[in-house]
């Protein structure tokens, strides 16, 4: 086995998927930016949410807007629904996994809010049950998936905006969704503190 030849094409694999899915994707993270925007001057919040990875993507998203990204400016309302242990387990247990983020859309979410629902493969049932919790209290969706969208997709309608990675490998999914989040983050600071020199 030759690992650095390995490693070598996890890189390039790697660039190689963010590459194709730059054409695809800069026009919906560009959407999906001004729609963000337009929320948080109007004094809405992002709720995101996602499981595992996603879960990390979430949190770290949240964090990029509440601390800040790479510009000092005012903390913007964004909340990672993964992180609150406690309604976490008492909503899984009293209820269902499936519900564990749709509780807290339905608690915290308010129209001109925005939800950003992160799944990788787009079949995450408790994503999927956000999903419709958002739509019921008025929040706008931004839904960031891969293998095509998957149950997601066709729950989504006008004016959701749908970042759907074009690749079926988990890894690459990932790794794109990270790339996305930091120009969802860039374009928010861009759009609010005008381009930096």
């Not at 994707?25 to 709720?47: D, F, K, Q, T, Y």
Request: hydrophobic share 50%.
């Amino acid at each position: 086995m030759n690992l650095l030849a390995r490693i070598s094409r996890q890189f390039e694999d790697s660039a190689q998927a963010k590459l194709a899915a730059m054409e695809v994707l800069a026009a919906p993270i560009a959407e999906a930016v001004e729609a963000m925007v337009a929320s948080l001057v109007a004094g809405g919040r992002i709720l995101a949410c996602g499981n595992g990875g996603s879960a990390a993507d979430a949190q770290h998203f949240a964090a990029e807007l509440v601390n800040r990204f790479e510009r000092e400016r005012p903390p913007l309302a964004a909340i990672a629904l993964t992180t609150d242990t406690s309604a976490l387990t008492s909503i899984a247990n009293d209820y269902a996994y499936e519900q564990v983020f749709a509780r807290q859309v339905r608690a915290l979410g308010q129209p001109g809010d925005i939800l950003l629902a992160i799944s990788t493969s787009g079949n995450s049932p408790n994503v999927a049950e956000a999903l419709r919790a958002a739509r019921e209290r008025e929040l706008r969706v931004v839904a960031l998936t891969g293998k095509g969208g998957g149950a997601l997709a066709p729950l989504l309608a006008e004016p959701d905006v749908h970042i759907c990675v074009p690749s079926a490998r988990t890894p690459r999914i990932q790794e794109v969704h990270l790339l996305v989040l930091h120009c969802l983050c860039d374009g928010i600071d861009c759009l609010l503190l005008g381009e930096d020199a």
